[in-house]
């Protein structure tokens, strides 16, 4: 057995016990692109709703005659979307949280039949 610390901690860093997050490349992997792909596409479903809602009100709007309750609608609206907005956010920041813990995570194995006196070895 190697004395070295650092041989013994590549060696730990092979056993293929060791976390993901062990791996830079996971890392960088998490952090730069599985992470910007998730939020983006979470922000596009968003905006799109979004955006057919206001499109949706200005065409009820279209037929209102009375301007102030265009008015009343559209700042109903836009009061809602901006209570939309912070729960996005929130939404957000828990997509990335479950990301980067799912980085940190082992990978088990999905029911895959262990070999006979595997355990007695």
């Known amino acids: 057995m190697n004395d070295s610390v650092m041989l013994q901690g590549l060696a730990r860093a092979l056993t293929p016990g060791t976390p993901p997050m062990a791996w830079p ?3 960088w992997k998490t952090l730069f692109f599985d992470c910007p792909v998730a939020v983006t596409a979470h922000m596009q479903q968003f905006v799109g709703r979004q955006v ?3 499109v949706q009100i200005l065409g009820d709007l279209a037929r209102e005659p009375n301007p102030s309750a265009l008015m009343t609608r559209e700042a109903a609206f836009l009061q809602q979307s901006a209570l939309a907005w ?5 939404e957000v920041a828990e997509l990335v949280q479950s990301r980067m813990l799912s980085a940190t995570q082992l990978d088990t194995p999905r029911d895959e039949p262990q070999p006979p006196f595997a355990r007695a070895a």
């Open 25 to 27: 490349l996971t890392m």
């Open 52 to 54: 057919q809602e206001q």
């Open 86 to 90: 912070s729960s996005e956010l929130l």
